[in-house]
């Protein structure tokens, strides 16, 4: 299969069936298929090069998990500074605790 032609029948993801499925061109750009549609359930969608993208739950873990490794590998603060967590901690003396209110209605004598 050397050139691809309209109405050819090429393997895809299918966005709409979360599936391979067969799949006909309905559009051509400079000689890569731009446009297929699903012979399953005729939904139009571009080609995804026969690649399962990943799941918005994959995507959301690994933005998670690079933000961990950024903030783990961070430069550590210089000798003369302090971080702002330990600027609040030390020039406060420790608050005493607050009295806790009553919950709920109030009894009747």
């Known amino acids: 299969m050397d050139e691809l032609r309209l109405g050819d029948i090429i393997d895809d993801y299918c966005v709409k069936c979360r599936r391979m499925t067969n799949h006909a061109i309905v559009s051509i750009v400079e000689g890569q298929a731009a446009k297929v549609r699903c012979r399953s359930c005729y939904h139009d969608h571009t080609y995804l ?9 994959d995507l ?4 998670l998990f690079n933000a961990v490794l950024a903030g783990a590998g961070g430069a550590p603060a210089p000798e003369g500074e302090e971080t702002a967590t330990e600027a609040a901690s030390s020039d406060e003396a420790p608050a005493a605790p607050e009295e806790k209110k009553p919950r709920g209605r109030a009894k009747k004598p």
């Open 49 to 57: 090069h026969e690649q399962i993208p990943p799941s918005k739950k």
């Open 60 to 63: 959301k873990k690994m933005e």
